[in-house]
């Protein structure tokens, strides 16, 4: 069974936007794994609009099952990684401001680069990942730098299924077994939703793991956070 890792940045988001405490980030999180969910993900930025530092650290007594942080490797970001000691990190070439995650790293560009912050965090015991677009190059790249793992960036994937292109998945397919010849994890995450995780994990082999919030804090609205979180466990067997 594929794990599945809920991104709450989204909850942080609603709370951040009246003060307060409402939603109680902490209490969905042990919600969360209360209906089944396999692991919390955080994506905290530089501005904080959504997911505090202080989250970050919070989160760390309550999450029991696995704790993901993602973002980009800048001096404040390793250092607050370094200090949670999270399960994964997974690093993400995010530019300052950005909305969202927009791209996957150039993994030879930046090899030299990634090589020494996989080496900073395995040398502290936390699994790495790197978010990478579908390009076999790239999964050659990041197997360079010594990362335990990949996340497949999937938003392409994501637009060609909504327009009825299944074909949308073949890089991804490609990707995949690369990946497993190479002896990476793999990870997938970026608009993945109820409508077509079934399909990807059906299609990708050795996935590991997924990384879902905007879709599932969304459908949650409609449908309920237990509901949402059980029917992509469902999915994702």
Not at 5 to 31: F, H, Q
Not at 92 to 100: L, M, R, S
Not at 124 to 144: C, H, Q, Y
Request: glycine letters at 8%; charged letters at 20%.
């Amino acid at each position: 069974m594929t794990k599945l890792s809920v991104n709450i940045n989204k909850i942080a988001t609603l709370r951040n936007a009246r003060g307060g405490n409402v939603p109680d980030l902490l209490k969905v999180a042990t919600d969360i794994q209360k209906f089944g969910g396999q692991g919390i993900t955080i994506h905290p930025r530089p501005d904080e609009r959504h997911i505090r530092y202080q989250d970050a650290r919070d989160l760390k007594a309550i999450v029991y099952t696995e704790y993901n942080i993602e973002g980009n490797p800048q001096h404040n970001f390793v250092d607050l990684v370094l200090e949670c000691k999270p399960d994964q990190v997974t690093l993400v070439p995010d530019a300052i401001g950005a909305i969202t995650s927009s791209a996957g790293w150039d993994t030879v560009k930046n090899q030299a680069y990634l090589t020494e912050m996989i080496q900073e965090f395995q040398n502290n015991g936390i699994r790495t990942s790197i978010f990478v677009d579908p390009v076999l190059e790239m999964i050659e790249g990041a197997k360079k730098t010594g990362t335990d793992r990949i996340e497949l960036y999937t938003e392409s994937f994501a637009h060609q299924y909504s327009l009825g292109n299944e074909k949308g998945i073949d890089p991804y397919v490609t990707a995949a077994k690369l990946a497993n010849e190479l002896e990476l994890g793999i990870n997938a995450g970026h608009d993945l939703s109820l409508d077509n995780i079934q399909f990807f994990k059906q299609n990708i082999p050795g996935l590991l793991e997924v990384s879902i919030g905007h879709a599932l804090i969304s459908e949650a609205l409609y449908l309920g956070l237990e509901n949402v979180v059980n029917m992509y466990l469902r999915k994702l067997k």
